[in-house]
RNA sequence: GGCCCGUUCGUCUAUCGGUUAGGACACCAGGUUUUCAACCUGGGAAGAGGGGUUCGACUCCCCUACGGGCUGCCA
């Protein structure tokens, strides 16, 4: 059997738009980009919108957005399976002219009959069509569709990375229609045809095809065309084991956008979700492209783990450097709705991600912990911060303002005196840090006092400390 | 119903006949500390069940159970 294992590799990604880009539609798309894209090969788009009624623009776009987000580039134009209609029935038309397709002129009502009495009976309803062997002189003036001549005995053999070798009997098979009545193509045509068309070496996709497979690879033998490499993957379960829908929670890619994880911890994650390499488990995209490879995929569903992004969003986080974190920090606030960063935001900002991004691990957790940053003067301390700023603690605050005023703004300047300020008082610095985290932020938790005073700079801090001291 | 795929700590997984079954997340305990985190150290935690094959099975085969997929003029 022929497989395309030494040509340039190219793989793709080819989802229906008949909604958002579902997670596991993600994970997919992530492993034939990093499978492609780690050797240098290519990684196309097709959309199958075949089934115009569930098809929409909407979707389309939507599809996009995610692989967009997630960081994921294909070559060339994006491939409208809708729009290659003739050639698909050109090449269900050649299968009739070959003889490995016939005009079946059976209708669908009589299929159906034929389907309930089967059931009836307690037999598979594997249906045979009366025109296989027809005579073609014997055809009537009546729509038709064309079916595929499948052999009927025998085995077809499915060499698959992942699963191994399947072998499907080809008795449990019917002659699939490869052309509708209306001349539109079925989907087990148009995917043979367009990934022939495209050039497609490796077929990476879910293993809800893996039977499908067998069908398909009927077609390549009918057309003498070279077979692609096959992969299914296993489908992403919810955190329960079954199957992940709504009810799990987010499902659709752009959920987590929303929910602010960085898209390069997402793809670390959603690239170790079902594939392994030893122990490696944080490791860059650059990495992933040089590591990934069909042999680490595992054969059975992953289960969703929220806590385990999280962990590896907060590795991207602190490993993603400033000016890229900043950027995608831009963009996550824009796409949240939130109002844009100020100039001067952005200047503070800029002096505390490398700290900040050290323990954040989505977006909106950045934010929160930049609050102090983010709000003017007069700070408004909220309940438990209000509670820390007693008389004693604004009068300490009071003693503390000139000295900050004189002192050379570094960190060792500035812990110099505060611990000094806080063992005149008889107080640990813990017992300081409070009223300090008060009047800085207006809040009980907050970064290092230190790290916050730096970046607001002297002036503001003396500011906000005579605010609080009042 | 039939066919196909799957099953290692709670979760993601390593192991490709011989290991005290390893790592990560989570969890628990301790440490560090200026709060929350982060960080450091330690700990508990697994081969679905039953038969084979073999000197020896998590690993190979069979059965059962459970989970998933396919069984459309959907993709």
């Known amino acids: 059997m022929p497989t395309s294992a030494d ?81 698909h029935a050109e090449v269900a038309h050649q299968m009739l002219a070959r003889g490995t397709a016939y005009k079946c002129f059976s209708t669908q009502e009589e299929i159906a009959a034929f389907r309930a009495e089967e059931e009836a009976a307690g037999r598979y309803p594997v249906f045979l069509s009366p025109w296989r062997d027809a005579d073609p002189a014997a055809h009537p003036e009546a729509p038709y569709v064309i079916r595929m001549k499948a052999p009927r005995n025998g085995e077809t053999v499915i060499d698959d990375k992942v699963q191994g070798q399947v072998v499907i009997r080809n008795e449990t098979l019917d002659d699939m229609i490869v052309l509708r009545s209306d001349d539109t193509p079925t989907y087990m045509l148009a995917v043979v045809v367009d990934d022939h068309d495209m050039g497609v070496t490796h077929v990476i996709r879910g293993d809800d095809h893996l039977n499908n497979a067998a069908r398909q690879q009927m077609v390549y033998d009918a057309m003498g065309w070279e077979v692609p490499v096959w992969a299914h993957i296993p489908l992403i379960h919810g955190p329960d084991g079954k199957k992940l829908s709504k009810r799990h929670g987010a499902t659709g890619v752009e959920e987590y956008q929303a929910m602010g994880y960085p898209a390069a911890g997402m793809r670390n994650y959603l690239t170790r979700l079902g594939w ?44 993603t450097d400033d000016a890229a974190l900043l950027h995608e920090l831009v963009a996550y606030m824009a796409a949240a709705g939130r109002p844009p960063l100020t100039d001067t935001q952005t200047a503070l900002m800029k002096k505390a991600l490398p700290f900040l991004k050290k323990s954040a691990k989505t977006f909106p957790e950045l934010i929160d912990k930049a609050s102090f940053l983010l709000i003017d003067r007069p700070i408004a301390a909220d309940a438990q911060a209000a509670g820390s700023l007693d008389t004693v603690s604004r009068g300490i605050l009071k003693s503390l303002t000139p000295r900050l005023q004189s002192a050379s703004w570094t960190k060792d300047a500035l812990e110099a005196i505060l611990t000094q300020a806080a063992a005149e008082n008889g107080l640990g610095f813990g017992k300081l840090a409070a009223p300090l985290r008060a009047a800085i932020a207006g809040r009980s938790v907050t970064p290092s006092v230190y790290d916050m005073m730096l970046v607001i700079g002297q002036d503001e801090t003396v500011a906000r400390l005579k605010d609080a001291s009042e």
């Open 276 to 319: 392994a390499q030893g122990d490696a488990e944080i490791f860059t995209t650059e990495e992933a492209m040089r590591m990934f490879d069909l042999a680490g995929i595992g054969r059975a569903p992953a289960r969703l783990d929220f806590k385990k992004l999280e962990n590896t969003c907060g590795h991207h986080m602190a490993m």
């Open 7 to 87: 040509h340039p590799v190219v793989t793709r990604f080819a989802p229906s738009p008949t909604g958002y880009l579902h997670i596991g539609g993600g994970r997919t798309a992530l492993f034939n980009w990093l499978y492609a894209r780690g050797r240098g090969g290519k990684f196309l788009l097709r959309i199958e919108d075949t089934d115009r009624e569930r098809s929409t623009p909407e979707a389309t776009a939507a599809i996009l957005r995610g692989l967009t987000w997630l960081g994921l580039d294909w070559d060339g134009d994006v491939v409208s399976q809708f729009e290659r209609r003739d050639r």
